[in-house]
């Protein structure tokens, strides 16, 4: 890493930004590792001391480098999610519909039922059954409220048994707006009880390890309380 990096016309220091965190992600800097100085990165990009002043001090805003006082700047660990944080802006600035919303959704779960298939552990599988008991019993109890939690609760294990961090963080930025409508689709009776047996369906295939079977559950899923959705509320604008 001797050759000087081009400076292009975006800002001096949003550029400098964007290289050394495209770096760290690629693991060209790791986790607990001390960054060059102040020093060699005004020579490598060819910048004022100002400059890389500023890029460090939004790397650490961003909460991807600690800045530890007289002995220097450290990689943090790389919160994806943090990163990510600017789809939601993408998300709200733009009208989005149940449909669009949805489908989006669609994808990224099948993607992550896929992977948590391929990668689920004797332990995921007695998390799964558990939850599917506990979801069980609020149906029983009639405790929308509760299966509300529960439904969100099992789509975020779903996604961390994944174990792919880049696809969770764009689904938790996707998620903020979905809220509204996953917590309206859970008030309806019978959209619960076709989202329980779904989910069955899901986890059967994932415990099997049928990698395509869980992806397309999950896209049946998903596409079933949307369709039921928009036959209750009607295909508007996102209340974002």
Known sequence: MSTRRIIGTKTKCDLVVDDILSMICKGEYSEGEKLPSEKYFTEFYGVSRVTIRESIKKLSVLGVIDVVQGEG?????????????????????????????????????????????????????????????EMGSAINDTDTDRFYLLDIKFHVLIAGISGNRLLRATYDALYDILTSYIKTSNSYRSIVIRSYEQHKQIVSAIVSQDEFGAGAEMESHIESVMISLIEHVGNQQADI
């Open 73 to 133: 700047t450290y990689v943090k660990q790389i919160d994806m999610g943090v990163l990510l944080k600017p789809l939601y802006s993408v998300f709200a600035l733009n009208e989005l519909n149940i449909n669009q919303l949805f489908t989006a959704r669609k994808f990224i779960e099948s993607g992550m039922a896929r992977l948590a298939a391929v990668n689920r552990t004797p332990d995921d599988v007695i998390k799964m059954n558990e939850l599917l008991d």
